[in-house]
């Protein structure tokens, strides 16, 4: 099955930019999607089909996809995105489809 | 506006089966999939499978299959997912989202299943 990595902790001081990365075999071929989620909240859908923001994301929120690695980007980082980051992708190369999600990433404000 | 409102938390003994109900509005219920996605405590989301409102048509993970499944009301817009078999490791979060495609643009706010003797 389809695997999708992402690193466990990214670190920021305020006003940074924040990259998150999402691996995948050829991920470049596919669309990602990243949530952000807060605790005790359901995720919230930031960036899709790669690099679009639904209406109400800021456009600090940005993404980019290519070759085997996608990148969410968070530019001038606030408090207020602290918070966990999951990429997905609709993985049809096997005869069985999936919807697969990364691991997920903490993104620290310091 | 778009709403998923998810039924509330259940404990459940090991062996025992759980039904999780969704009821969406501000949409036309049966235009869109839903998915249901499930989050063990401090874990990452795990995805379990998805069905078409209109349709009745559904698709489990392979993780799932034989253990989940997924039906809808449409006279009350309400999708529900049932879970037999219940193991500990079955505690869990689990979400219903509508699905765009293959993205989830809205979510239910999360019910909490409890698995334990």
């Known amino acids: 099955s389809y695997v999708l990595t992402q690193p466990p902790s990214v670190s920021v001081a305020p006003g940074q930019t924040a990259r998150i990365t999402c691996g995948g075999n050829n991920i470049g071929s596919k669309s990602v999607h990243w949530y952000q989620q807060k605790p005790g909240q359901a995720p919230v859908l930031v960036v899709y089909?790669?690099?679009d923001r639904p209406s109400g994301i800021p456009e600090r929120f940005s993404g980019s996809n290519s070759g085997n690695t996608a990148t969410l980007t968070i530019s001038r980082v606030e408090a207020g995105d602290e918070a966990d980051y999951y990429c997905q992708v609709w993985d049809s190369s096997s005869d069985h489809p999936d919807v697969v999600f990364g691991g997920g990433t903490k993104l620290t404000v310091l | 506006q778009v709403q998923l409102v998810q039924s509330g938390a259940e404990v459940k003994k090991p062996g025992a089966s759980v039904k999780v109900s969704c009821k969406a509005s501000?949409?036309?219920?049966?235009?869109?999939?839903i998915n249901w996605v499930r989050q063990a405590t401090g874990q990452g989301l795990e995805w379990m499978g998805w069905m078409n409102p209109n349709s009745g048509n559904t698709g489990y993970a392979q993780k799932f299959q034989g253990r989940v499944t997924m039906t809808r009301n449409t006279s009350i817009s309400t999708a529900y997912m049932e879970l037999s078999s219940l193991r500990s490791e079955d505690t869990a979060v689990y979400y219903c989202?509508?699905?765009?495609?293959?993205?989830?643009?809205?979510w239910g706010q999360g019910t909490l299943v409890t698995v334990s003797s």
């Open positions: 089909d790669d690099s």
């Open positions: 989202a509508r699905a765009g495609g293959a993205l989830f643009d809205y």
């Open positions: 501000g949409y036309t219920f049966t235009s869109y999939d």
